[in-house]
């Protein structure tokens, strides 16, 4: 699910090299995802992809240029224990204008009770702030402005006539000349996200009513205009409320406004993986039918010379090199054959892909309706099954030397063993389940059920996965043959040979 989006205007000297340094900037600068240095030349135009040996996060690049515009897309996943974070930075350079638009999503995974925290802004938001240009009027940062400085500007934004692209939230003070909410900790929760206007002067709420046929936010209110729009938002503070709650409530509105705008955007790191896939086919298609073109031509001089319509006022020559163009143009025409047949197979490849685009990318295995008990279950799974069945090819073999590649790519996670490895050491003690080892089982995704007579624990909420345990240990073997089957159902290794 989405958690941030935001979209922000670029200074028009900004480019997509100086765009690809600042996200790897921030990529290595962070030791939470263990990358020392990433070495990328976007000018070279070809896709690029490193993990992190340290962390398992991944970046991802992909670039993009047609005659209208480019695009480049750069994508960190980042997983944790019970989520897969996926933080999108797309550059957009399209009609002279430029922007970056970041996107951040999170992909939740593990017992259904757990709840995780509202999802921070990326740091690489605020890293951007410096490369953005005006927005109608107001700089893209982290402070406030001041509303008696700006009192036409005030008065086009509530009237839905000013042309920013962010949202602007006004805060309008009380007859002390106070706003109800920090204009500061406004202002560097929402900067990148929204621009925060404030109030100090009771004066300037009269300038605006004025101005503003009345619908200023006034006398303590606070309004969210959206862009071109003369209607708002208000809020006000209760006497006896939280003004902590109302500043959340505030932003949190803001934050999932954005998301539900943004959601459909064009410019998406998927939607470029799709762009770069129909450029292929439609590249691979001209070159086909320029081939044929070529074929066609030699065929036809070919039947010329065949039969015997040569313009040539040279006959004697002609006969006499007769045998060698004959040559030349069979040979001619056996390569351009092949070449078309291995371009339309290029182009068949190319469409079977496009047809199948996952929505992290482009995947060489399409997920199916079984859903993972965590992220990379279905990978570990493959690359467990391609590790024991490869030697059964020859080593000479491409199919061997392609399972080499496809493992080399595709390391398994040790998750799945881990976990095992932890409910056999609480099952096999032999001991009741006390306090602390129900609530490590739970940690590790069961749920647990004590209403019976026996416990039954179920893996992951999943009815089909549910195993009974004595609530008693008077059969010291129960515990280790309930872990047998956990491992026999829930085990992604098998020994198939």
């Given at each position: 699910?989405?958690?941030?989006?935001?979209?922000?205007?670029?200074?028009?000297?900004?480019?997509?090299?100086?765009?690809?340094?600042?996200?790897?900037?921030?990529?290595?600068?962070?030791?939470?995802?263990?990358?020392?240095?990433?070495q990328?030349?976007?000018?070279?135009?070809?896709?690029?992809?490193?993990?992190?040996?340290?962390?398992?996060?991944m970046?991802?690049?992909?670039p993009?240029?047609?005659?209208?515009?480019?695009?480049?897309?750069?994508?960190?996943?980042?997983?944790?224990?019970?989520?897969?974070?996926?933080?999108?930075?797309?550059?957009?350079?399209?009609?002279?204008?430029?922007?970056?638009?970041?996107?951040?999503?999170?992909?939740?995974f593990?017992?259904?009770?757990d709840?995780?925290?509202?999802?921070k802004?990326p740091h690489?938001?605020?890293m951007?702030?410096d490369?953005?240009?005006?927005?109608?009027?107001?700089?893209?940062?982290?402070?406030?402005?001041?509303?008696?400085?700006?009192?036409?500007?005030?008065?086009?934004?509530?009237?839905?006539?000013?042309?920013?692209?962010?949202?602007?939230?006004?805060?309008?003070?009380?007859?002390?000349?106070?706003?109800?909410?920090?204009?500061?900790?406004?202002?560097?929760?929402?900067?990148?996200?929204?621009?925060?206007?404030?109030?100090?002067?009771?004066?300037?709420?009269?300038?605006?009513?004025?101005?503003?046929?009345?619908?200023?936010?006034?006398?303590?209110?606070?309004?969210?205009?959206?862009?071109g729009?003369?209607?708002?938002k208000?809020?006000?503070?209760?006497?006896?409320?939280?003004?902590?709650?109302?500043?959340?409530?505030?932003?949190?509105?803001?934050?999932?406004?954005?998301v539900?705008?943004?959601?459909?955007?064009?410019?998406?790191?998927?939607?470029i993986?799709?762009?770069?896939?129909?450029?292929?086919?439609?590249?691979?298609?001209?070159?086909?039918?320029q081939?044929?073109?070529?074929?066609d031509?030699a065929?036809?001089?070919?039947?010329e010379?065949?039969?015997?319509?040569?313009?040539?006022?040279?006959?004697?020559?002609?006969?006499?090199?007769?045998?060698?163009?004959?040559?030349?143009?069979?040979?001619?025409?056996?390569?351009l054959?092949?070449?078309?047949?291995?371009?339309?197979?290029?182009?068949?490849?190319?469409?079977?892909?496009?047809?199948?685009?996952?929505?992290?990318?482009?995947?060489?295995?399409?997920?199916?309706?079984?859903?993972?008990?965590?992220?990379?279950?279905?990978?570990?799974?493959?690359?467990?099954?391609?590790?024991?069945?490869?030697?059964?090819?020859?080593k000479?073999?491409?199919?061997?030397?392609?399972?080499?590649s496809?493992?080399?790519?595709?390391?398994?996670?040790?998750?799945?063993?881990k976990?095992?490895?932890?409910v056999?050491?609480?099952?096999?003690?032999?001991?009741?389940?006390?306090?602390?080892?129900?609530?490590?089982?739970?940690?590790?995704?069961?749920?647990?059920?004590?209403?019976?007579?026996?416990?039954?624990?179920?893996?992951?909420?999943?009815?089909?996965?549910a195993?009974?345990?004595?609530?008693?240990?008077?059969?010291?073997?129960?515990?280790?043959?309930?872990?047998?089957?956990?491992?026999?159902?829930?085990?992604?290794?098998?020994?198939?040979y």
């Amino acid at each position: 699910m989405s958690e941030i989006c935001t979209r922000l205007p670029l200074k028009n000297n900004f480019t997509k090299e100086m765009f690809i340094q600042k996200c790897i900037t921030w990529v290595t600068g962070s030791y939470h995802y263990g990358f020392k240095s990433i070495q990328y030349d976007v000018s070279s135009w070809k896709d690029f992809s490193v993990q992190s040996e340290k962390s398992k996060a991944m970046v991802q690049i992909k670039p993009y240029m047609d005659e209208s515009r480019t695009l480049v897309g750069f994508r960190l996943m980042s997983p944790e224990e019970k989520a897969l974070w996926i933080s999108d930075c797309i550059y957009i350079d399209s009609e002279g204008k430029k922007e970056v638009l970041v996107q951040l999503d999170r992909k939740n995974f593990g017992p259904a009770e757990d709840r995780v925290e509202l999802a921070k802004k990326p740091h690489i938001v605020k890293m951007f702030l410096d490369d953005c240009c005006d927005d109608g009027g107001m700089d893209i940062d982290d402070w406030f402005i001041k509303a008696e400085d700006n009192v036409d500007l005030c008065a086009a934004i509530i009237n839905g006539l000013s042309n920013n692209t962010l949202p602007v939230v006004y805060l309008s003070c009380d007859k002390t000349g106070r706003a109800a909410l920090n204009p500061k900790y406004m202002a560097k929760r929402l900067g990148g996200l929204a621009h925060v206007i404030c109030e100090s002067n009771i004066e300037t709420s009269y300038l605006l009513k004025e101005k503003t046929y009345s619908n200023n936010p006034h006398t303590g209110y606070v309004g969210v205009f959206w862009p071109g729009e003369s209607l708002c938002k208000k809020y006000r503070l209760d006497p006896y409320g939280d003004t902590m709650h109302l500043e959340h409530e505030i932003i949190d509105y803001i934050v999932q406004s954005l998301v539900n705008k943004l959601d459909f955007s064009t410019e998406t790191f998927q939607r470029i993986a799709q762009l770069q896939l129909r450029q292929r086919i439609m590249l691979l298609s001209s070159e086909n039918r320029q081939k044929q073109t070529l074929l066609d031509a030699a065929n036809n001089m070919l039947d010329e010379a065949l039969s015997g319509n040569s313009q040539s006022d040279d006959l004697d020559n002609f006969i006499a090199s007769f045998d060698q163009e004959v040559s030349e143009y069979k040979a001619r025409i056996k390569q351009l054959e092949n070449e078309r047949n291995s371009l339309q197979s290029q182009v068949d490849s190319y469409k079977d892909a496009f047809n199948n685009l996952d929505t992290v990318g482009s995947p060489i295995y399409e997920l199916g309706q079984e859903p993972e008990f965590y992220v990379g279950e279905c990978r570990d799974l493959i690359t467990d099954i391609l590790q024991q069945v490869q030697n059964k090819y020859d080593k000479k073999s491409h199919a061997y030397s392609l399972i080499s590649s496809l493992i080399e790519q595709n390391p398994k996670s040790d998750a799945n063993k881990k976990m095992l490895e932890r409910v056999k050491r609480i099952l096999s003690s032999g001991d009741d389940l006390n306090g602390s080892m129900k609530q490590d089982l739970k940690s590790l995704g069961f749920e647990i059920d004590a209403s019976g007579t026996h416990y039954t624990l179920t893996y992951m909420g999943d009815p089909r996965f549910a195993f009974t345990l004595a609530k008693t240990g008077s059969d010291s073997r129960n515990g280790k043959n309930i872990f047998s089957d956990i491992n026999r159902y829930l085990s992604v290794e098998k020994h198939l040979y």
